[in-house]
């Protein structure tokens, strides 16, 4: 009987569930076994089969919920991407220095990782195989640009080093944060999200801002330079 | 005859290899080629025909040469673990400071991804599904923890910041280095090893490097510090 009644809350609670709805999964809980699958086998060496047998379902009960494998792909891209838009919006609309802005899309971004790293992490590995993987691509190198143009933005501002091409510093930084998927595993003893981006903001910002010993802070920063970086910078 | 001499020259130079010798390909050609579809394909994803194939030439062609698939990727792995290994002996034999090891560690290891970069790209996706990625893996492990001991003796030394755990910083740091493989792409017009190593140190560096002002040089260190980071910090 409580295997029964466990059984039905399951299966009402999937119902409960926007738009497309089956017992067992719906399209979320579907889409972040397929993610890992991805994952682990490769998107390309991952078939429908595959999935199904994961899933434990039939592959029609997939098919209820996407067209085929490349609409997962799409939904899970999409979910990592759209994230990290969310911030680059975010961080525009915010104003300031271009600087703080940059240090404000860095920890938005650690945050996006930190949230979604198997479909950051599935993002991070895609190399244009499939149409839907050079749509993605397309949308990294727009997001790729934002982060490039602030940086040189920052460093006509006279906040960040010259000695480094921009190009090569914007590269580094995303090189940085990126690396987080290969071994961040959020858990009870890892650092949190917002530990974490303290660290990458403190190394990279350190490295990337102009010191200046003894001097006022800039009059064209409002309020004081509350970012964590600096904040913990000694 | 210019084609019958050509083919002569390449069979002879061939022949010339150390040990296994076949006109064509020697080991160290095939081996090349193996590492880029393994890059392009993935290692699982790629079997002996598909090598025959890109390689224009039999697969007993191939089993002249090495046993196995398997043998190819060993070989592969261990260019670029081979390749870390030195520069970290090089680096523990040369003494001074553990900040200035730690830096030499970081711009040779630099040298090392962008002088054997399909090898080092292969090592960073290397999941452990073969035996020989495992082994592969256990020996990255092994570099990864000579950089975290060298990362906190310099912290113990009070020449990193504090604030960061140092095995945090320790994978912040290769990290950085690693996800070169991302988009370095050595080139007419890209940026040498050694330029390159000169940003990521500037770049890690200076966020590490705990900022002495006014302040003589440790008296512990010996010869003044010329590597670049320090040089190139303004």
């Known amino acids: 009987m409580a295997h029964g009644q466990a059984g039905t809350g399951q299966s009402a609670s999937a119902q409960a569930a926007p738009r497309r709805g089956r017992p067992g999964y719906d399209l979320e809980s579907l889409l972040a076994v397929a993610v890992t699958v991805f994952n682990e086998r490769g998107y390309d060496g991952t078939s429908m089969e595959d999935l199904a047998r994961r899933l434990g379902i039939s592959k029609s009960s997939i098919y209820y919920h996407v067209e085929s494998k490349e609409e997962l792909l799409a939904l899970a891209l999409d979910r990592a991407l759209n994230g990290l838009f969310a911030v680059a919006g975010e961080v525009t609309a915010s104003g300031g220095p271009a600087i703080q802005r940059l240090e404000r899309l860095v920890r938005g971004s650690v945050g996006v990782l930190a949230d979604r790293l198997?479909?950051?992490?599935?993002?991070?590995?895609?190399?244009?195989?499939?149409?839907?993987?050079?749509?993605?691509?397309?949308?990294?190198?727009?997001?790729?640009?934002?982060?490039?143009?602030?940086?040189?933005?920052?460093?006509?501002?006279?906040?960040?080093?010259?000695?480094?091409?921009?190009?090569?510093?914007?590269?580094?930084?995303?090189?940085?944060?990126?690396?987080?998927?290969?071994?961040?595993?959020?858990?009870?003893?890892?650092?949190?999200?917002?530990?974490?981006?303290?660290?990458?903001?403190?190394?990279?910002?350190?490295?990337?801002?102009?010191?200046?010993?003894?001097?006022?802070?800039?009059?064209?920063?409002?309020?004081?330079?509350?970012?964590?970086?600096?904040?913990?910078?000694?």
Chains 1, 2 share one sequence.
């Open 118 to 234: 198997p479909y950051v992490t599935l993002l991070l590995r895609a190399r244009g195989n499939t149409r839907t993987e050079r749509r993605a691509l397309a949308r990294r190198r727009e997001f790729d640009q934002i982060v490039a143009d602030l940086v040189a933005e920052a460093e006509q501002d006279g906040e960040i080093r010259p000695d480094v091409d921009p190009a090569v510093t914007a590269r580094l930084l995303f090189g940085l944060v990126n690396s987080l998927v290969e071994w961040y595993r959020p858990g009870r003893r890892a650092a949190s999200a917002s530990e974490l981006a303290d660290a990458v903001c403190a190394v990279a910002f350190d490295g990337l801002r102009i010191r200046r010993v003894s001097r006022a802070e800039s009059p064209r920063t409002g309020p004081p330079a509350t970012d964590s970086a600096r904040a913990s910078a000694f």
